[in-house]
């Protein structure tokens, strides 16, 4: 008995899945045989204590992103830290889960859109993990994964939670939400979610060959809306808390059908990105980056 536990104590951690959760989701339910986990990284600590465990069979790493307990702005995140751990752990797909406003009519509060296009607009976080002598340039044309991302979807149709199959997701810097100047900027430029995290996660895990899929849990109607000063705080804490019991349920569909080999090129997204002369990369930068760009360059 005790040999049996030592050697579970001394397992090596890992998992395949990765779920980021955001504003209203702190913790997945259903995980079976689970521990938590502080990973360190180059990069310093993720955001929090990762949670591992098995969820319909596949082996699964859950992060919440704000911290447990909503204790870290979008700007103060560390998103490198975040998507490194997940790369350490061997995880290949992110799913990933927030919560947005919406700049629609028709792109209603309590409704799921899987984001395929982000527009960047955040200006004080870093959202690469090169320099330090080496320089890559990963497209990104199509910022997530259209496999993961059909997964989503299919998966939310299969619960019953009304979603969008596709939209664009205009990343803010935050934390204060938009101007009445700004909301309407962003309805002329046609986006249809606005939140503050997705584009710097979206971005990273394509730059460590990660696949990133992410719901975008629709909150509120931005304050564009006529009836913006007429939604009361409590009605949009509803709807944060039922969009995170409708997420809780979409996730473990989508982990339960997520098919076991990846259909798509995010996992090698550095083939042809990385422009340094390998000879002249610095040592330090080769080991700091070891878990990504290790197998081009060592
Ligand atoms: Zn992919």
């Given at each position: 008995m005790a040999k049996k536990s030592s050697r579970k104590l001394h397992r090596k951690p890992h998992a395949t899945i990765?779920?980021?959760?955001?504003?209203?989701?702190?913790?997945?339910?259903g995980l079976t045989d689970t521990r938590e986990i502080r990973v360190?990284?180059?990069?310093?600590?993720?955001?929090?204590?990762?949670?591992?465990?098995?969820?319909?069979?596949?082996?699964?790493?859950?992060?919440?992103?704000?911290?447990?307990?909503?204790?870290?702005?979008?700007t103060e995140i560390n998103y490198r830290a975040n998507i490194y751990a997940m790369k350490l752990l061997g995880v290949e797909r992110i799913v990933s889960v927030s919560a947005?406003?919406?700049?629609?009519?028709?792109?209603?509060?309590?409704?799921?859109?899987v984001a395929d296009q982000f527009v960047d607009r955040t200006r004080h976080r870093i959202s690469t993990f090169f320099g330090g002598g080496l320089v890559a340039?990963?497209?990104f044309d199509k910022p997530t994964c259209g496999q993961v991302s059909r997964v989503l979807a299919d998966a939310s149709v299969h619960c019953g939670v009304p979603v969008h199959r596709k939209g664009t997701y205009i990343c803010m810097e935050g934390p204060q939400f938009s101007t009445l100047a700004e909301a309407h900027m962003h309805r002329k430029m046609e986006f249809d979610v606005i939140g503050m995290t997705n584009v710097t996660e979206a971005k990273l895990a394509r730059e460590a060959e990660l696949c990133y899929g992410t719901i975008?849990?629709?909150?509120?109607?931005?304050?564009?809306?006529?009836?913006?000063?007429?939604?009361?705080?409590?009605?949009?804490?509803a709807t944060l808390q039922q969009n995170a019991e409708n997420a809780q349920k979409v996730?473990?569909?989508?982990?339960?059908?997520?098919?076991?080999?990846?259909?798509?090129?995010?996992?090698?997204?550095?083939?042809?990105?990385?422009?340094?002369?390998?000879?002249?990369?610095?040592?330090?930068?080769?080991?700091?980056?070891?878990?990504?760009i290790g197998k081009y360059i060592s």
């Open positions: 990765g779920v980021i959760g955001g504003s209203g989701l702190y913790a997945m339910q360190k990284t180059p990069f310093g600590d993720p955001s929090d204590a990762l949670v591992l465990g098995t969820l319909e069979g596949k082996q699964v790493a859950f992060l919440a992103r704000h911290a447990r307990g909503h204790r870290i702005l979008p947005v406003g919406s700049l629609k009519e028709n792109l209603r509060p309590g409704e799921f859109l340039h990963v497209t975008a849990m629709i909150t509120d109607y931005d304050c564009w809306h006529p009836d913006h000063e007429s939604v009361t705080g409590a009605q949009i804490m996730l473990r569909e989508a982990i339960k059908s997520m098919p076991e080999h990846r259909e798509c090129k995010c996992g090698s997204a550095l083939a042809h990105a990385l422009i340094t002369d390998p000879k002249l990369v610095p040592r330090a930068t080769k080991v700091k980056l070891g878990a990504i």
